[in-house]
């Protein structure tokens, strides 16, 4: 087969990100950037107490202060449930949240909003208002929401779920799913060797350099234009007007540079605020988070207890897989089922088997809430999953390169859990396309020197070195959920007005879709001119989750720019005085296949808008995936474990990623090695440490250990290229997938160097330094 | 509004005008070296003081002086310099090992020797490797120049032998000469990371028997604390693996409380660990930082 990349001008190149320039040079880019002199500062209290009931609340003295214009509360509000949850319409999440509530649910929920002239003011403000508590038995575990006679977290009445799910408040119970394939007790009885254990998975934040931030103000016609952090600028719009109670027509949502999100942005969690108080005051609003705001009520990883159960015959075949997945929500539901969702559908097909019991339970608890993180389930659950497979494999006397190398999924072919596992409904059945996993596992073996790898029982010393592993897969976008639109239309000069929906919060996604119209249009990417995304401006589309918007919303670019195209094709032609089918673009230009005869986009555009038989090039498509093709990855690493202090160094990290076509060669590595680091921080010194109130001690960045520059191994990023036919160009997903190796891979390693399994992160030295006095003794 | 916005900042010229200030209730302010404890605090919500002196910069609290014997740094050093260097590398390792463990390269390049003995966190690294050279912290005023030896220096949680109208000059401290050094330091990560547990010492050997020993350790009390007990354990000892096994299990005596950053157990467990390592690398003169 030729190769289809092979050809390509535009992408597969690395080129310069397209607001590269603007960013180094520090131009306006950011919401803060954009901050009218005359903008209010809006502040909140936040609740003090994990659980309590409002019994009274007094703002007038507030409402008298010095710069003071607006306060809002539960009694000046409308009391409407949504999700702060920015997923498709209706969202598989409960309607649980109110803008003010007179109950509290977890320390940093919202009780009032003060918009003044100063922070200062602001800040004064909510000194004077008085609130009297009643405090309630808080729930902080899994176990006590579970358990009988809990605390009810959700006891309001008008609380729902939109789409037909189970939702069991009374019981703290958010959502449960499940999935049941073949007959697993059947294939644990089947089994030479089975595993019973149980895993868990903390708690964290992404830290993106920008925290939230939002500002809202009135235009001329008294629209509410909000300027907004978001990954989700048109579920922005819509649940902002069901908040407020206005017509979506009322509002405007501009996202501007986004400082990173990774997940923690795919919510609406100040623009109903600033919205309601540019309403009220007739004044721009603005609100930033604190970092301590950002860790205690914005959106977390979600902990999750994952039981994984493996039985396998002594030749190597899985017989049977089962995991049970308890999901910590917090205080709030949303994302909490589609993220328990994800731990099934986003790791089970990875391995053949023809028995597997899965289920997913969402609880309720009075901590801080989970919502959508980089890797969204798959993360947790592939820490659980990769970890069981190790000790199977030792279990078989078996490498365990070579266990999953005998067990993975391959080219063309199915598992039963597409079809069974989807976001709030039955999934799609699926097979795989493009997969260059197994290439993927052995080109990280050689990077490592896998072939060195000992046994850790031949290891002595106080520093024992280790190696781990662990496969790898995702998805690409939400097959017939997700939709991305695009819009395309030509200049006078042959430039070209890009107009997405798709939202590139600094992942380079502007680049990326420029690349893929510029490939489709045969002309060049520093002809496009993007804009993302403005829900006045440009089409819909879902957002920046799911690893959906190379292979979706490219896509989507890729058919409206065929469509300009076709256009242009037909101009051009009739430019030239011939038949559309004998002639061709290229290079910006229409011509004859031998290039004797040719008229350029620039002139095809001014032919088109001033001369003659006039019209607006402009293509427009919309896409909706019908599959959702996994990348896939295999991860490598040697650490090096200090048995007397328990210390790990992580000498060498490799990363090997089967993104399809790497779309942007450089922004794939960059991807990989930044969702890589990410990882292996979660797995080493990110923690969310409480005290006996729920109040979160470490939200600040001294305390919450985010790796430093100083920390970062060697990591090597090796991209394995496929081809994916049903993605634009051969591309699917690359985002996500890199933070889900580095728990397990060095949860492996530990165990290869030490002896020592630890089935709890991050792996502090306290943690490490016990499980090896635990071998040890 | 900044937070330095309300603060009257003074920029004494030199040291005599600074301890005038120090010397009368009214003038007397807040000392500011590189301000990196400072800022911090007061960001996190302890009151920011009225006046502020400012002695960043002042010549006087900038010298280091290399006698025969001694080295005297003055107490406006700043990490970044005393980890670059060579010659206190040379006569103080463990002091420069420390000093080079001190947050990142903005916060060594701005924060002070005397700022790290001063804010007197038990988590202060610098304060392991003065205390085990035996040396005194030089405090003056406008009554005079006084020595208060290191070992008397902390005297309670966040709490020093320096009165308020004094001013650290500087600290002698007593080169270590034949004895070797090390400094160790567990954190939750290469930078930015307060302590979990340190540890610092000095020993000197002579065929094959300890002469000396002294080893102190951070975060594992309300102050850095020298381990006397096994200090005068060791001293006239040969390094035996039986004398290092009970020396480990002396150590672990010290106690501990959990806070955010470790357990008290883990924090036992890691001295009785760090003294070991401080043994081990004496018994197989591996290189004496
Ligand atoms: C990000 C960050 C990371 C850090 N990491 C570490 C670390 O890893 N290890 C560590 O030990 N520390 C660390 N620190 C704390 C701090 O940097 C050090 O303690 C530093 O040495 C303080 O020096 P300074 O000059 O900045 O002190 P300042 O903040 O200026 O002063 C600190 C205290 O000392 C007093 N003081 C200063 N000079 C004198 C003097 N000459 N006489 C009398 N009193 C004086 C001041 O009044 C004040 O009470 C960190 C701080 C930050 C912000």
């Known amino acids: 087969m030729s190769n289809p990349t092979a050809n390509f001008k535009q992408v597969n190149h690395s080129v310069t990100k397209v607001d590269a320039r603007q960013l180094a040079l520090g131009k306006p880019s950011y919401v803060d950037d954009f901050r009218p002199p005359n903008a209010l500062v809006v502040k909140m209290l936040w609740s003090p107490h994990a659980h309590a009931r409002i019994v009274s609340m007094d703002v007038s003295e507030a409402e008298k202060m010095p710069g003071v214009k607006a306060v809002l509360w539960h009694g000046n509000v409308p009391r409407i449930p949504h999700a702060t949850a920015g997923q498709g319409f209706p969202e598989p999440s409960p309607y649980d949240t109110f803008m003010f509530d007179t109950k509290v649910r977890f320390v940093g929920d919202r009780v009032a909003a003060v918009a003044a002239e100063t922070e200062e003011q602001a800040l004064a403000a909510l000194e004077c208002i008085k609130v009297e508590y009643e405090k309630l038995q808080p729930v902080f575990t899994i176990d006590e929401a579970m358990a009988e006679g809990a605390p009810i977290i959700h006891d309001e009445p008008d609380a729902y779920v939109p789409i037909p799910i189970p939702y069991e408040p009374q019981k703290n119970l958010v959502a449960r799913v499940g999935a049941e394939v073949g007959d697993f007790e059947k294939g644990m009885k089947e089994a030479d060797f089975t595993f019973d254990d149980t895993y868990e998975t903390p708690y964290a934040q992404h830290c993106p350099i920008e925290p939230y931030v939002s500002l809202a103000q009135l235009d001329s016609a008294g629209r509410i234009v909000i300027t907004t952090s978001t990954q989700v600028p048109f579920h922005c719009r819509r649940i902002v007007a069901q908040i407020l109670d206005v017509p979506v027509q009322k509002i405007r949502v501009i996202k501007p540079r986004i400082g990173g999100g990774f997940g923690s942005k795919q919510e609406v969690l100040l623009e109903d605020v600033v919205a309601m108080f540019a309403l009220r005051t007739g004044r721009p609003c603005i609100w930033r988070f604190t970092r301590e705001e950002n860790f205690r009520t914005g959106r977390t990883r979600h902990p999750i207890r994952v039981r994984i159960r493996l039985g396998a015959k002594k030749d190597g075949t899985i017989t049977a897989i089962g995991m049970d997945c308890w999901n910590n929500t917090g205080a709030y539901g949303g994302h909490g089922l589609t993220v328990v969702s994800c731990c099934g559908s986003k790791v089970l097909p990875l391995y053949r088997c023809e028995n597997i019991h899965f289920l997913g339970k969402v609880y309720y608890t009075n901590l801080p809430c989970g919502g959508a993180y980089r890797g969204f389930g798959a993360t947790q659950a592939f820490f659980a999953f990769e970890s069981s497979m190790d000790k199977m494999a030792e279990a078989l006397g078996m490498d365990p390169v070579r266990f999953r190398q005998m067990n993975h999924i391959r080219s063309g072919e199915g598992s039963p859990i597409f079809a069974a596992l989807g976001e709030g409904k039955e999934g799609v059945p699926m097979t795989v396309g493009s997969n260059a996993l197994a290439e993927c596992i052995v080109r990280g073996a050689e990077e490592i020197g896998w072939s060195n790898r000992t046994d850790w029982r031949e290891k002595t010393g106080r520093y024992r070195r280790g190696m781990g592993m662990a496969c790898l897969m995702q998805g690409s976008s939400i097959p017939h959920i997700d939709m991305g639109g695009a819009s395309i239309k030509i200049n006078e000069d042959g430039s070209f007005n890009l107009l997405v929906g798709a939202t590139d919060l600094g992942t380079g996604s502007d680049t990326v879709l420029a690349q893929i119209a510029a490939e489709e249009l045969c002309t060049t990417t520093d002809k496009m001119i993007v804009y993302s995304s403005d829900t006045d401006m440009t089409p819909f589309d879902v957002g920046a989750y799911a690893s959906s918007t190379t292979y979706l919303s490219g896509e989507a670019v890729r058919k409206a720019a065929a469509d300009a195209k076709r256009q242009i094709l037909h101009t051009g032609a009739e430019m030239l005085g011939l038949a559309e089918k004998d002639v061709l673009c290229k290079d910006a230009h229409v011509q004859t296949p031998d290039g004797k005869q040719k008229v350029s986009y620039g002139d095809i555009a001014c032919y088109a808008l001033y001369q003659k038989n006039q019209y607006q090039i402009i293509g427009t498509a919309s896409h909706v995936t019908g599959k959702s093709p996994p990348p896939f990855a295999a991860h490598y690493t040697e650490i090096e474990v200090d048995t007397w202090t328990g210390n790990i160094k992580v000498l060498r990290y490799v990363s090997t990623i089967d993104c399809g076509t790497a779309i942007n060669p450089a922004l794939c590595e960059g991807q990989t090695e930044g969702g890589t680091l990410n990882g292996i921080s979660y797995a080493l010194t990110e923690e969310y440490l409480f005290n006996e109130n729920g109040r979160m001690m470490n939200a600040n960045f001294t305390d919450y250990h985010i790796f430093s520059m100083r920390d970062a191994p060697r990591i090597k990023a090796i991209i394995v290229p496929s081809y994916e036919d049903t993605g634009p160009f051969g591309a699917k997903s690359v985002s996500e997938i890199c933070i889900n190796g580095p728990a397990p891979a060095i949860a492996n390693a530990i165990y290869n160097a030490t002896g020592a399994r630890l089935y709890e992160f991050p792996f502090t030295p306290e943690k490490v330094l016990n499980a090896i006095r635990a071998v040890q003794a | ?289």
């Open chain 2, 1 to 289: 509004m900044k937070i330095t916005e309300k603060m009257k900042f003074e920029f004494p010229p030199t040291l005599a005008v600074a301890l005038r200030m120090q010397a009368n209730q009214k003038t007397r302010g807040k000392l500011l070296a590189g301000g990196t404890d400072l800022m911090v605090q007061w960001a996190s919500g302890v009151t920011p003081p009225n006046r502020i002196i400012s002695i960043w910069g002042l010549p006087e609290l900038n010298l280091i002086e290399i006698s025969r014997s001694e080295v005297l740094i003055g107490a406006g050093v700043t990490h970044a310099r005393m980890a670059r260097s060579p010659e206190l590398k040379r006569h103080l390792p463990a002091l420069t090992a420390a000093a080079a463990t001190v947050g990142a390269t903005q916060i060594q390049t701005r924060g002070t020797l005397g700022g790290n003995a001063a804010n007197a966190s038990p988590a202060g690294d610098t304060a392991p490797a003065l205390l085990v050279t035996g040396g005194w912290a030089v405090l003056a005023s406008l009554a005079g120049v006084r020595e208060v030896p290191l070992t008397e220096f902390w005297t309670g949680y966040r709490q020093i032998a320096a009165r308020p109208d004094e001013i650290i000059l500087a600290f002698r401290l007593p080169k270590k000469n034949k004895a070797r050094e090390r400094f160790r330091k567990i954190g939750a990560r290469q930078a930015q990371a307060i302590s979990k547990v340190m540890c610092a010492s000095r020993m000197l050997m002579d065929d094959g028997r300890i002469v000396s020993a002294a080893i102190a350790v951070g975060s594992v009390a309300p102050t850095p604390i020298r381990l006397s007990a096994v200090e005068e354990y060791l001293a006239g000892k040969k390094l035996t693996n039986p004398v290092i096994a009970k020396a480990e299990a002396l150590a672990r005596a010290v106690e501990p409380i959990s806070d955010i950053r470790s357990t008290a157990d883990y924090r036992r467990w890691a001295t009785g660990r760090l003294v070991r390592d401080a043994l081990e690398a004496l018994k197989t003169k591996s290189r004496s930082t």
